[in-house]
């Protein structure tokens, strides 16, 4: 009963709301009309994977590049540096979307 009681202390430590002014942790997608969804993504997942994409040869990069863009994903987040990672992490804490077509409402935000 131990390790249940510490790993519920580590996840209410670890989802636990930063001091004010402290940079996001999550990016969230809310969708609510017809369909619900609620996706709420760690940043650190979008860190670890600009360092991984950095140790990658050229030509995977290239190629996971090009599989990306022929599904309409054409952020070049694979050449980043980890400088760049958090500018664009800065930039998403000032980043409310809302949008609504009467039926449906989306919106992203980080949190």
């Known amino acids: 009963m131990r390790q249940v009681?510490?790993?519920?202390?580590l996840l209410d430590a670890l989802f636990a709301p930063g001091p004010a002014g402290a940079s996001p942790r999550f990016l969230r997608v809310t969708v609510t009309g017809k369909s619900s969804v609620n996706v709420r993504v760690p940043l650190a997942l979008l860190r670890s994977g600009i360092r991984l994409a950095q140790v990658l040869p050229g030509e995977a990069r290239d190629a996971v590049g090009?599989?990306?863009?022929?599904?309409?994903f054409s952020l070049d987040v694979l050449g980043g540096k980890p400088a760049d990672v958090e500018s664009l992490i800065a930039a998403l804490a000032d980043l409310t979307l809302d949008v609504e077509d009467g039926e449906d409402h989306v919106r992203v935000f980080c949190e």
Do not use: F
């Open 5 to 9: 009681e510490d790993a519920e202390r």
């Open 66 to 72: 090009r599989a990306l863009g022929e599904k309409g």
